[in-house]
């Protein structure tokens, strides 16, 4: 398992001046999980609780870093999901009205 160095997102975004970042370095980090995210659909990974304190910064070269899969499922595309989980303030509707979802992108 690797270490892996940094604080969570959240964290992050509370230590900065006025609690924000500026464009650029949103897009860069933004872009990092989406790349990440990408990744793991592309190996049929589901993360199911992606949310700041997911997400570790090392804040000294702003490289992100995707962390606890307790969640996690492999699946596909085609696969409805059921499985209540995730942070309650963080779910999508459907799984708050126990509804079947599709745990990735085509």
């Not at 659909?41 to 899969?69: A, E, F, S």
Request: net charge positive; charged share 25%; proline share 4%.
């Amino acid at each position: 398992m690797e270490f892996v160095k940094g604080i969570s997102l959240l964290a992050y975004l509370k230590s900065q001046p006025g609690k924000k970042i500026s464009e650029i370095e949103c897009k860069h980090i933004f872009k990092q999980i989406l790349n990440g995210m990408s990744y793991l659909h592309n190996l049929d990974i589901c993360h199911r609780d992606l949310k700041l304190d997911n997400l570790i910064i090392d804040t000294n070269n702003k490289n992100v870093k995707i962390i606890d899969y307790g969640f996690g499922c492999i699946t596909s595309w085609n696969k409805q999901l059921n499985f209540f989980c995730g942070t309650p303030s963080y779910m999508p509707p459907e799984i708050i009205q126990k509804k079947e979802y599709i745990g990735k992108d085509r």
